[in-house]
């Protein structure tokens, strides 16, 4: 890695912004974005000012699976995109917002059948059926994000109800009823979640990020325009689950601007925004497991003049990386869909099912492997110090050494007392005078007639003990039925056990007195 003016980074980086070799996504941000292609490299270069990031990938060993670029300041070139087709990586363009400004990926030839059944589907009783379907499996999920992590069986058991009565729903009017009112009892749920920060943001952080609020913004009156910080990460995540189902409804040959659920709007994909609503409750509780588990830094955050909260490149990088992961979980539901419209064409052949390109599925099934995907893990976010914000290597601490140091003393006195009293309270006594008599009792039984005649101390000293080295010390302790601490000073020959235990010592490290290599003192 040199430096000349800019970073140079090798196919296989290791930047604040070098995901491709872990999960597959690149993320470009900043101002003056370039993709070009230069001597069959890929050449990415990002960032802000001075602070620029190169990239340069190799058509082999490359490892890419979607380039994520952030804004619209910069320039793709044609060669670039030829480049990522070729490599079957997919190009997705985002505002920081989270709106899908365009994505492009590997697609395959569509089946006349296919785009006619799909045209014909809304109104029929297959678009109904798809349609009931998706939201039922977005309200299952919904139901379980609300029961298993804000145990309110409340708003659980009210979407559980709309659930139940949209198997019964003749139309999709009452589909999209059904949701709204489930969608009520969900996001009301949510209102009071709170959102914490290390304790150094809190002079910087507004009022109002301090919890989830309203799913509906108070600029636009839907979830566009983010007021805070869960509800913009939200939105973000919906966009990288968006262009995620676009690729995998180009990927099996659909349109995805003809949807079911969905009206049909212009600059929209209709049939994207359908498929992804039974994936939706994983967004959620992803996002859901994070805000409840650790503070957010107030650096990943910016608020605009008018009060919409964006996501700086940081946090936009790292939420990035999650998209193979809903790709994988829209997978089985985009070919489900293919099935469900594959089944109304006419004159269908089972031999010309629709290919399972996303899943494999019916590789696995020819193979006698279950018929199903294992979702990838997600990236897991940082553990911050709750204090300043500090990056925490251990996931079990709640602060940075720097943060925990001035409460150790207190902290170590107060342990210390608590070992004092534990170690003398009635029951530690009895334990110990238990123990004491019995080992006692096996003393005055033992007679040194029991050990063979060549084991004497000498032999202990000069071939059992030098030998402990090579024993664990969990060995040693299950061996005599000691203690830990006690094995280890046997170890480090500090302690020299009773003679009743040198025939085990002795047994447990392979010391044969017949062997003739071996020579008895």
């Known amino acids: 890695m040199t430096r000349m ?3 140079e980074l090798s196919q296989l980086p290791h930047s604040y912004n070098s995901v491709a070799p872990r999960h597959g996504v690149i993320t470009a941000s900043g101002y003056g974005i370039r993709v070009h292609v230069e001597r069959g490299h890929l050449i990415i270069e990002d960032g802000i000012g001075a602070d620029r990031t190169h ?12 380039l994520v670029v952030l804004g619209c300041d910069g320039a793709v070139s044609l060669a670039a995109l030829r480049w990522l087709s070729d490599q079957d990586a997919a190009f997705v363009m985002l505002e920081r917002d989270g709106k899908l400004l365009t994505v492009t990926g590997p697609s395959r030839p569509s089946h006349v059948k296919l785009r006619r059944a799909q045209a014909l589907a809304v109104g029929s009783e297959a678009g109904l059926k798809i349609a009931r379907e998706l939201i039922s499996r977005k309200l299952a999920g919904q139901e379980q994000v609300v ?28 589909v999209r009823q059904f949701e709204s009112q489930a969608a009520a009892s969900y996001w009301s749920a949510w209102r009071d979640v709170p959102i914490t920060f290390p304790a150094k943001d809190l002079p910087r952080v507004p009022s109002h990020w301090g919890v989830f609020g309203a799913r509906k913004s108070l600029l636009t009156g839907s979830p566009r ?57 994983q967004v959620d509780r992803y996002v859901l497991t994070w805000i409840l588990s650790r503070p957010l830094r107030r650096e990943w955050f910016f608020e605009q003049r008018d009060g919409n909260c964006r996501l700086m490149s940081s946090l936009a990088r790292q939420l990035a990386e999650t998209a193979p992961t809903w790709g994988r979980a829209v997978a089985p539901v985009a070919e489900w869909v293919v099935q469900q419209l594959w089944s109304t064409t006419r004159k269908r052949s089972d031999t010309e099912l629709p290919p399972t390109r996303l899943t494999h599925n019916r590789k696995r099934q020819a193979k006698g492997r279950p018929a199903q995907i294992p979702i990838s893990p997600i990236p897991p976010g940082e553990k911050l110090c709750c204090n300043c914000g500090t990056p925490l290597s251990k996931g079990g601490e709640r602060l940075c050494i720097t943060c925990a140091r001035p409460g150790l003393p207190q902290h170590m006195r107060g342990v210390a007392e608590k070992g004092r009293l534990t170690a003398q309270s009635p029951i530690a006594q009895a334990s110990r005078s238990a123990t004491q008599k019995e080992n006692w009792s096996q003393i005055r039984e033992w007679e040194p007639s029991s050990n063979p005649v060549w084991l004497t101390e000498q032999t202990y000293k000069e071939k059992i ?11 040693i302790a299950r061996t005599l039925g000691v203690s830990i601490q006690y094995a280890v000073w046997i170890r480090r020959g500090e302690r020299k056990p009773h003679r009743r235990h040198w025939s085990a010592l002795a047994k447990l490290i392979g010391f044969n007195p017949d062997d003739p290599h071996e020579t008895v003192p």
């Open 225 to 281: 325009l983010a007021i805070n910080p869960a509800n913009a990460a939200l939105n973000y995540l919906y966009g990288i689950l968006e262009s995620e189902c676009s690729l995998a409804v180009f990927a099996v040959g659909l349109d995805p601007g003809l949807g079911v659920l969905h009206v049909d709007t212009a600059a929209r994909h209709s049939l994207s925004c359908d498929v992804m609503e039974s994936v939706r409750p």
């Open 147 to 174: 029961r298993d992590l804000l145990h309110d069986s409340s708003a659980a058991d009210n979407i559980a109800g709309f659930r139940a009565a949209l198997l019964n729903a003749e139309g999709l009017h009452l």
């Open 465 to 475: 003990q030098p030998r402990f080295g090579s024993c664990k010390t969990s060995d």
């Open 5 to 7: 003016g800019a970073t």
């Open 55 to 66: 990239f340069r990938l190799p058509r082999i060993g490359h490892r890419l699976q979607r």
